[in-house]
C-alpha cells in the first residue's frame, strides 16, 4: 500500500553554515566593527548578542537572509524578545522543528477532513498518510501544502 511521511526537518548542518556566514559579515561590515556583536549556537538555540536592539534587528536580518540562501526556511524560526544585561542586548532564536502534538493531531484531522480515501496516523514526530492510490495521496500532499500550517512541512519516505 502506498504511503508517505510528513515531517519538519531543519538541516543543521546549513544552519551551522549560515550562523558562520552571518559572523564572518558581522565582523567584516563597518557599522558593527569593534562593537562585539556575534552568533553563538547551541544545538537548537541561537544567541545573538550585540551592544544595542538596533544592531540586533540588523543581525536578526543577516541571519534570515543567510538561512533563506541556505535553503533553511525561516518559518521554522521562532524569535524571543531581546534582554539588556549590563553592557550588551541579547536575543535568543530558537529553531524548531519536528512536528508537536496539536499540530500533528491538527494534520491528521485535515487529512480526514478532505473525505480523500487514506488513513492518517500519528508516529512520534511525524504523520504517516496511507492509501491505496498513489493520486489519493499526491492530492493529500497538495492539499497539506495548500494549508495554512505555521511550520514549514516535507513530504518523505514515498513509498509504492
Request: net charge neutral; glycine share 4%.
Amino acid at each position: 500500500m502506498p504511503s508517505f511521511d510528513v515531517v519538519s526537518e531543519v538541516d543543521m548542518h546549513e544552519v551551522t553554515n549560515a550562523v558562520d556566514q552571518a559572523n564572518r559579515e558581522v565582523s567584516t561590515r563597518f557599522d558593527f566593527k569593534g562593537s562585539g556583536a556575534r552568533y553563538e549556537r547551541a544545538d537548537d538555540v541561537i544567541t545573538m548578542i550585540a551592544p544595542s536592539e538596533f544592531q540586533l534587528q540588523q543581525m536578526l536580518d543577516i541571519l534570515q537572509t543567510k538561512l533563506a540562501r541556505r535553503g533553511v526556511d525561516i518559518a521554522c524560526l521562532e524569535i524571543g524578545e531581546p534582554q539588556a544585561s549590563g553592557k550588551e542586548v541579547r536575543q535568543i532564536v530558537t529553531i524548531r522543528q519536528g512536528l508537536d502534538s496539536p499540530l500533528a493531531k491538527r494534520i491528521v484531522k485535515l487529512v480526514k477532513d478532505s473525505k480523500l480515501k487514506v488513513q492518517a496516523a500519528i508516529q512520534g514526530e511525524k504523520v504517516r498518510v496511507t492509501g491505496k492510490k498513489r493520486d489519493d495521496l499526491q492530492k493529500v500532499i497538495a492539499l497539506l501544502k495548500e494549508a495554512d500550517i505555521e511550520m514549514p512541512l516535507q513530504f518523505n519516505n514515498f513509498r509504492d
